[in-house]
């Protein structure tokens, strides 16, 4: 058991640390972490992936707020392209969250670790280019990318960076915007799935004690701490990086994320 409390110790200084670095929201870090946990833990086995995404996103609420005032203070943050996709982010991440509910365990980690092996070969051949007028996100294409990031965040207990992040890359956006406006979707994903998921867990006849939901409280107040503190860290070092090097620490994540919850599941 010690072992386990180490290990998710460990995971809420990466995750903070990479979430201030990349804007990722730590998702692609926690979960697969979490999962391993509540795998573990006789109590939450029989639900652990609902248990991993919902503690999940109660953990990001704290790491986004204490990443997210460096990059408003870089001006990092493209609020046209936040108030153009959130609506239906709030929409359908509560669908997601409703939707995780139901699916089995293993089943959603090996949708999650596809979903994160996607985003990789979408990223690999994806140029690097910062454009001087960057191009025009469109409503229609708010609406279909606003939904597939709410909608995997809500399953998975993601921030939505790993898809949000590439999108944004795409339109001509630095990776230093990019990470940036990711960091305060995070913020936004994270309340609204943690009540969601909240509200769902009420009606699991598996819940436990310490629990809100599917919020496992006491991994939530373990790594919060250590998350927030090493966020700040990364956001810092977000703004002096080559943009290069942050590009390639995003694609060996999201590699190593995939194999390992493939792994779990199996």
């Known amino acids: 058991m010690l072992s386990v409390y180490l290990i998710l110790i460990i995971g809420g200084c990466l995750t903070g640390f990479l979430a201030g670095l990349l804007g990722i929201g730590g998702g692609i870090i926690i979960v697969p972490i979490l999962a391993f946990a509540f795998h573990i833990l006789p109590e939450t086995t029989a639900s652990y992936m609902q248990y991993a995404a919902g503690t999940s996103l109660?953990?990001?609420?704290?790491?986004?707020?204490?990443?997210?005032?460096?990059?408003?203070?870089?001006?990092?943050?493209?609020?046209t392209i936040v108030k153009m996709f959130t609506p239906y982010i709030v929409f359908a991440s509560?669908?997601?969250?409703?939707?995780?509910?139901?699916?089995?365990?293993?089943?959603?980690?090996?949708?999650?670790?596809?979903?994160?092996?996607?985003?990789?070969?979408?990223?690999?051949?994806q140029k690097d280019h910062e454009l001087i007028t960057p191009k025009r996100n469109s409503k229609r294409k708010?609406?279909?990318?606003?939904?597939?990031?709410?909608?995997?965040?809500?399953?998975?207990?993601?921030g939505g960076g790993i898809v949000i992040?590439?999108?944004?890359?795409?339109?001509?956006?630095?990776?230093?915007?990019?990470?940036?406006?990711?960091?305060?979707?995070?913020?936004?994903?994270?309340l609204v799935g943690s009540i969601t998921f909240a509200i769902t867990g009420i009606t699991d006849h598996n819940a436990v004690s310490w629990t809100l939901g599917y919020l496992y409280l006491p991994a939530i107040l373990l790594v919060a701490p250590t998350s927030m503190i090493f966020s700040k860290i990364g956001a810092k070092l977000s703004?002096?990086?080559?943009?290069?090097?942050?590009?390639?620490?995003?694609?060996?994540?999201?590699?190593?994320?995939?194999?390992?919850?493939?792994?779990?599941?199996?």
């Open 239 to 266: 703004s002096k990086a080559p943009l290069g090097l942050l590009k390639w620490i995003f694609l060996f994540i999201l590699a190593f994320s995939a194999v390992k919850l493939l792994l779990t599941a199996i």
């Open 94 to 125: 509560i669908l997601g969250a409703i939707v995780a509910r139901f699916l089995n365990p293993k089943l959603l980690a090996i949708f999650f670790a596809l979903t994160l092996l996607t985003m990789l070969v979408k990223m690999l051949f």
């Open 165 to 190: 992040i590439p999108y944004i890359h795409s339109l001509g956006y630095s990776m230093r915007i990019a990470i940036g406006t990711s960091s305060l979707f995070t913020l936004i994903i994270a």
């Open 142 to 158: 708010s609406a279909f990318w606003g939904t597939m990031v709410g909608f995997k965040s809500g399953i998975f207990g993601l």
């Open 58 to 79: 109660g953990i990001m609420i704290f790491t986004a707020i204490s990443s997210i005032p460096h990059k408003l203070r870089q001006r990092e943050v493209n609020f």
